[in-house]
């Protein structure tokens, strides 16, 4: 897959998310590895979530994985505590705030 692909795939998952029940603000870089490499962010602001093919310098949290596992991981195929502590889920930044894609993709 190219990182296109990957981002459009992600995306429909990221957008499908219920984020009526967060509170604050976030934003997350995802750094995907391996093929279709590329970086993306996942911003929620003023109620309302964003996902965008762009570096967000401004984060609370960096998350790094292989396109596959991350692909996984948002599909609810693997489980992102268990890919965190088995090292296929890299996390910089805030841990709690990186928590919340486990709450967006549920």
């Known amino acids: 897959m190219t990182f296109q692909e990957n981002f459009e795939k992600l995306k429909k998952i990221f957008m499908k998310a219920d984020v009526s029940k967060l ?44 396109s596959k596992d991350f692909i996984k991981i948002c599909e609810g195929k693997m489980d992102p505590i268990q890919a965190y502590f088995t090292g296929k889920l890299k996390v910089e930044g805030d841990l709690n705030k990186a928590l919340v894609l486990r709450d967006l993709i549920k």
Do not use: W
Not at 34 to 59: I, M
């Open 23 to 66: 509170d604050g603000d976030m934003a997350m870089q995802i750094n995907i590895t391996g093929d279709g490499e590329g970086t993306f962010y996942a911003e929620y602001k003023n109620g309302k979530l964003s996902v965008e093919p762009y570096d967000y310098h401004d984060r609370n949290a960096l998350l790094i994985a292989d």
